[in-house]
């Protein structure tokens, strides 16, 4: 069973400050991707990355494939209480297009 | 990007009944995913619903508790049977991967209830 471990699993921080959540498995991936979720919704994808070492920005956001293709991390620079939610990574399988998410980490920027 | 409408958006229901849900996707798509989302907790696997055959379940979910029905390429549903109230969740389901430039798109969930 492929299995993705989020850390951390809650963060608590400023506005102001930066993060890094961590997403890590022993398994390979045809793609990673990166969902934000708030309550009552479902989730909405931030990126997709597909190529080993892949870094992507998006505004304060940046995304980086590792070279593997088993791990990524998201870093957030100068947090924003908009950006309070659940963070979720999901790697696709190569074999079954199935997208396996991660335990998730439950981000709160406090202004 | 596929668009999916999903419903009911929310029920409430008795313990030992059943709910169906529908997803409806405005492309033909050849898998759909199911998914379960516990309070607190991030997204689980149910099954994969292929068209012209049986679905595909994950380990710890069965046919009998979530039967799939998908008998087009457009449309699914996923059947939550005799209830109880640890069947209370948000089901999604999911479109997407390879053959769609590795998109995912997601319906809305459905709250279910279970009292």
């Known amino acids: 069973t492929q299995l993705l471990e989020q850390s951390p699993q809650f963060l608590s921080i400023q506005e102001g400050e930066n993060l890094t959540v961590y997403c890590n498995s022993s398994s390979v991936f045809s793609s990673l991707q990166w969902y934000r979720q708030e309550p009552g919704e479902g989730p909405v994808l931030l990126v997709t990355?597909?190529?080993?070492?892949e870094v992507k920005k998006l505004k304060r956001l940046t995304f980086q494939f590792g070279d593997a293709r088993k791990d990524s991390s998201l870093h957030i620079t100068a947090a924003q209480p908009g950006d309070t939610g659940l963070y979720l990574c999901a790697g696709a399988s190569y074999n079954t297009d199935k997208l396996i998410f991660g335990t998730g980490t439950r981000l709160q920027v406090f202004p | 990007s596929a668009v999916i409408s999903q419903k009911p958006s929310r029920d409430i229901c008795q313990r030992g009944t059943s709910l169906t849900i529908q997803c409806q996707v405005d492309?033909?798509?050849?898998?759909m995913f199911w998914y379960r989302q516990q309070p607190g907790q991030s997204l689980t696997l149910i099954a994969t619903?292929?068209?012209?055959?049986?679905?595909?379940?994950e380990s710890g979910f069965v046919i009998d508790k979530f039967p799939i029905s998908r008998p087009n390429l457009t449309f699914s549903t996923l059947t939550v049977s005799n209830m109880s109230p640890e069947d209370s969740s948000i089901y999604l389901c999911?479109?997407?991967?390879?053959?769609?430039?590795?998109?995912?798109?997601f319906g809305s969930g459905t709250r279910l209830t279970v009292v």
């Open positions: 619903a292929n068209q012209g055959s049986e679905a595909t379940y």
């Open positions: 999911s479109v997407g991967g390879h053959l769609l430039n590795y998109g995912y798109t």
């Open positions: 492309s033909q798509v050849t898998m």
């Open positions: 990355v597909v190529t080993g070492g």
